[in-house]
């Protein structure tokens, strides 16, 4: 009932399965990822093979095409994802756990690929913490294999001499569509089917085309090589840095294109593809595609480093033993109906699954990651996480998502309160981004204090600096934080405010970047690309003191605080159930180069206008190490916010501050706070 067998096209996905295992487990293949495009080709061929054979032949049943997908796809999927709940359930922190939910849920209905799309893209750092995240590509396929037998069919219906002619422009335009969105949504061209159609279009084309006739073995030989080296080209000379797909999958897709149409003639360069080793591998590539990228991931995690050659070569080989257990005594018996024989039975159990799946994900993801789960000792140094800051609320604060306080409501003055609320006019506004609010509990009880009312001004991502373009945003959000700050401006004007705290994570806008990116196995022993944007700083931050001096207005400039560049809480609580005595204090060192920059400009400005400085570090830092936990108590709930106790144990930093205004002195405190 099938058509014949190709033993070449076997060879080819093990060619196509192999640079992927070793990109994802990092040894080499810059481009190994480009394997998934060649998957795509040879799906689209020989899906759109069989459908033409059995339409032909008057015999195309959907529910017999699903009920093959469903014994294809399911059982090895299911057995994946129920095994890796199991891993994640003891070896994942919550944050990470709450990410799984939701990706088995959408994994279970075949959707991973948008909800991947709409979290970051595919070669962000966090997906090292994403053990499902391959799951995207099967996504891709089970979405085109429910729409595409139903467009064929009707093709075959009511434009039967018409099907190539309609297939081939909707390929074209998927392929055009994804040359502009490459650009313009990098990570809705990588995820979504849009601009993906065309390379499963690819193979459907070439099953839809006659086969090349009167080609001589040399010829077919030829082909088939121009088609590995294309495919070759592209595993070796695309990298991360490429735009992907775009016309750079053109190298891959048509590669795999060559090498199946010439498997149709018989040559020695077919013959090789179709040899045992080769052959063995591709038969089982499915398995060792859904089990390789969840051992990286939780080996990765349990290691709590990027895998070493050695490591990687063993999750590998634990992968091929996996691949074959699960091909034998999953797929095998599945697809050969010794299990679920009859149709009926096979539908409600794989509904059964999905909905089981879908419940389990959604509750591990509206619960938070199910902390409970976790031991005693490790709750409680994870609960460190929850010690934030009051002034990171809506109420407070603008989030990233822009949820919480504006423009709008910042200008008439209806921000957060602060200090002594009965104390009458408002003399002091703090203003700033995150780190302004993680700082603000210490401003405020110094405030409360002195007797001091005060506000709250902050935006995620957004310096309190006048006409500038901040780092960690772009487009409308750059304009958001403009108005944002504008509006602030107008308020300080408007309330006669005497006392302004301009605080931000200056570092990070002077060298352009975060911490070495943050990311899950960072090491702060490695240097990260970074830029020089003090020119850009200094000018705003001179604007906007100058702008402020002259209202008559005292400055108080507040230096950043060390930045560890990992989830402090986490990391203790990995630790913690690892058994392992954790290792996170940055050197001092390492924490004065990262803020050098920004703090020369801070000292500058200061000097120059008569403004305060306060510095945080010295209270973190002895000579050696910067502290960002003490006894096992996070002073961080992540990579860079300090905690609520953290900020209100350095409230003393603030005195002098409120001291001085209210004394008259203007002189500028001395630089160490």
Not at 97 to 126: C, H, P, R
Not at 295 to 323: D, K, N, P
Not at 373 to 390: E, F
Request: with cysteine.
């Amino acid at each position: 009932m099938h058509p014949a067998y190709r033993a070449d096209i076997d060879g080819l996905r093990a060619l196509a399965i192999i640079p992927v295992l070793f990109y994802h487990a990092g040894l080499g293949f810059p481009g190994g990822f480009v394997g998934v495009d060649v998957f795509f080709v040879i799906s689209g061929y020989l899906i759109t093979r069989l459908l033409t054979v059995e339409m032909t032949e008057r015999r195309f049943s959907v529910f017999r095409f699903y009920e093959r997908r469903l014994r294809r796809i399911f059982p090895a999927l299911f057995t994946v994802l129920i095994a890796t709940t199991v891993a994640t359930w003891f070896l994942f922190m919550p944050p990470e756990f709450e990410l799984f939910g939701k990706s088995m849920a959408l994994a279970a209905v075949f959707a991973s690929n948008i909800g991947f799309w709409q979290e970051a893209g595919y070669f962000d750092t966090v997906a090292q913490f994403k053990p499902l995240l391959h799951t995207w590509s099967l996504g891709i396929e089970e979405q085109f294999y429910v729409l595409f037998p139903l467009l064929l069919a009707g093709l075959y219906r009511f434009m039967p001499t018409r099907r190539t002619l309609v297939i081939g422009f909707l390929s074209a335009s998927s392929f055009l569509f994804s040359t502009v969105w490459v650009y313009a949504a990098p990570d809705g061209a990588f995820f979504l089917l849009p601009a993906r159609f065309w390379e499963l279009g690819v193979g459907c084309l070439l099953a839809l085309a006659p086969a090349p006739s009167g080609w001589q073995s040399g010829r077919a030989a030829a082909v088939c090589t121009v088609g590995l080296v294309l495919i070759g080209t592209a595993v070796f000379g695309i990298s991360e840095r490429t735009p992907f797909p775009g016309a750079a999958a053109l190298l891959p897709c048509i590669g795999a294109a060559l090498v199946v149409m010439a498997g149709g003639t018989r040559n020695a360069a077919s013959r090789a593809l179709g040899s045992r080793p080769l052959v063995r591998v591709g038969l089982v590539s499915y398995s060792l595609y859904l089990w390789h990228w969840p051992l990286i991931v939780l080996a990765q995690y349990r290691l709590g480093h990027l895998l070493t050659t050695t490591e990687a070569a063993s999750v590998i080989a634990v992968s091929f033993a996996l691949a074959l257990m699960s091909w034998r005594y999953i797929e095998q018996p599945a697809r050969q109906r010794r299990f679920f024989a009859d149709r009926r039975a096979l539908f409600g159990a794989a509904a059964a699954m999905m909905v089981a799946a879908v419940t389990a994900g959604l509750t591990i993801q509206t619960q938070d990651g199910l902390p409970g789960r976790l031991p005693a000792a490790i709750q409680k140094i994870y609960a460190q996480k929850q010690d934030r800051s009051p002034f990171l609320r809506a109420n407070c604060f603008s989030d990233n998502s822009d949820k919480g306080v504006d423009s709008e409501s910042v200008r008439p003055g209806v921000s957060c309160p602060m200090g002594a609320q009965g104390a009458g006019q408002t003399t002091f506004l703090v203003w700033g981004d995150s780190h302004a609010a993680a700082m603000a509990p210490a401003i405020d009880r110094a405030g409360g204090r002195f007797h001091q009312r005060g506000l709250f001004v902050g935006r995620a991502g957004c310096p309190p600096l006048l006409h500038y373009d901040t780092t960690s945003s772009h487009g409308q959000k750059r304009q958001a934080c403009r108005d944002q700050n504008d509006a602030t401006m107008k308020l300080i004007k408007d309330q006669n405010i005497q006392l302004v705290f301009l605080v931000a994570r200056w570092p990070r806008e002077v060298l352009g970047a975060q911490n070495g990116a943050e990311g899950p196995f960072y090491d702060p022993t490695v240097p990260y690309a970074t830029m020089d944007r003090s020119g850009q700083v200094t000018v705003a931050l001179d604007s906007t003191v100058s702008a402020l001096a002259a209202l008559g207005i005292r400055v108080v400039l507040v230096m950043d605080v060390p930045e560890p560049g990992y989830d402090v809480p986490l990391s203790l609580a990995r630790a913690g159930l690892r058994e392992r005595a954790p290792q996170l204090n940055p050197t001092r060192v390492s924490v004065e180069a990262r803020q050098k920059l920004a703090r020369q400009i801070l000292q500058q400005v200061a000097i120059k206008w008569g403004a305060h400085l306060v510095d945080p570090t010295p209270a973190f830092c002895d000579k050696d190490f910067c502290h960002v936990e003490v006894g096992g108590v996070s002073r961080y709930t992540d990579a860079d916010h300090i905690t609520r106790s953290a900020a209100l144990n350095i409230t003393h930093l603030f005195d002098d501050s409120f001291a001085t205004v209210m004394s008259g002195d203007s002189h500028p405190m001395d630089f160490d706070g």
